[in-house]
């Protein structure tokens, strides 16, 4: 069982109202890999440029399970992303976007990497996404995601892409753009009509919600005192959850909730620290027992 994930791998400038970080590690595909790689083995697909500084490959390549055959130097500048967060860490300013090596990049698989069983298309143009799905005929699973920068600027092969998917995963904000509702339930309908089996709408500190044409679940946020960056949290939860759908014989309704659950519990995480450096120390028993914390805070008995 093998997940590729794909999509940028980039340096970010963070600041919150409490401190602020530049040149950090960052990227969609980053967080996601380093979250999946908790339950199966993983392949990193993106590329950086030749400015990409050595001490964050080596970060990378201390992830045990990750695979960085498909990490590549493809031009002078890696990509660069910067925000701004307001108190609620909740609301946040994107203060630039750089595309680097990722405005001209074709993405090509390895030899051998077609046979991956699962796949994460992380944000990035959509046209490409989709011609890596086209390049994954076993497939048990691919998800796609997206940002505003997409939304904006491709929305139909954005559309088309997500039709093309099992699973579309997108924050509320942009599932209310993409379908034109305030409603969050409408809008994950809409989308879930354009094609995909299954929608996952992320709602930051409260949750996720997972809707499908037989189901509708919703999983809350784990309730954690001290928050210190939630950037990457929407990737880690899509790592974690397609990293646990990889990792079982059949991906099943039970299942998928499990998944979800698996995802908010990895993003729970990634948010105690800047960029994806609590991914970094992070350990399966660790996510194991948040795991059964959050079902003990969700369970309760039928009344009479």
Not at 133 to 155: Q, S, W
Not at 225 to 233: I, K, L, N, Q, S
Not at 269 to 277: A, L
Not at 282 to 292: D, F, H, P
Request: charged share 20%; glycine share 12%.
């Amino acid at each position: 069982m093998t997940l590729l994930v794909a999509g940028w791998v980039a340096i970010d400038e963070i600041e919150t109202p409490f401190a602020k970080v530049e040149d950090s590690l960052g990227g969609s595909a980053t967080c996601a890999a380093m979250a999946a790689a908790l339950f199966t083995d993983v392949r990193l697909l993106a590329a950086v440029g030749e400015d990409f500084p050595a001490h964050h490959r080596r970060t990378l390549e201390s992830v045990a399970r990750l695979d960085l055959g498909g990490l590549t130097v493809e031009g002078p500048r890696t990509s660069r992303w910067g925000g701004r967060y307001h108190y609620d860490l909740n609301t946040r300013d994107t203060l630039y976007t750089e595309l680097g090596v990722n405005a001209a990049w074709r993405p090509e698989l390895p030899a051998g990497w077609e046979d991956s069983t699962t796949a994460f298309l992380a944000a990035g143009d959509p046209l490409m996404q989709r011609v890596l799905m086209g390049a994954l005929p076993g497939a048990k699973a691919t998800m796609v995601d997206t940002i505003k920068f997409y939304i904006d600027g491709m929305p139909g092969e954005l559309r088309e892409t997500m039709g093309a998917a099992d699973f579309v995963t997108v924050n509320e904000s942009e599932a209310r753009e993409i379908a034109g509702t305030p409603s969050i339930a409408k809008a994950a309908r809409a989308l879930l009509a354009g094609g995909p089996k299954g929608v996952i709408v992320k709602l930051g500190e409260y949750g996720a919600a997972f809707v499908s044409e037989s189901d509708y679940f919703v999983a809350p946020g784990y309730p954690l005192e001290e928050v210190v960056d939630p950037t990457g949290a929407g990737d880690a939860f899509a790592g974690g959850f397609l990293g646990y759908l990889d990792s079982v014989p059949a991906i099943t309704p039970a299942e998928i909730r499990k998944a979800v659950i698996y995802g908010s519990t990895v993003a729970s995480f990634d948010v105690e620290g800047f960029g994806p450096s609590r991914l970094l120390t992070l350990t399966r028993a660790e996510v194991e027992a948040r795991y059964g914390e959050f079902r003990r805070l969700t369970h309760f008995e039928a009344g009479e």
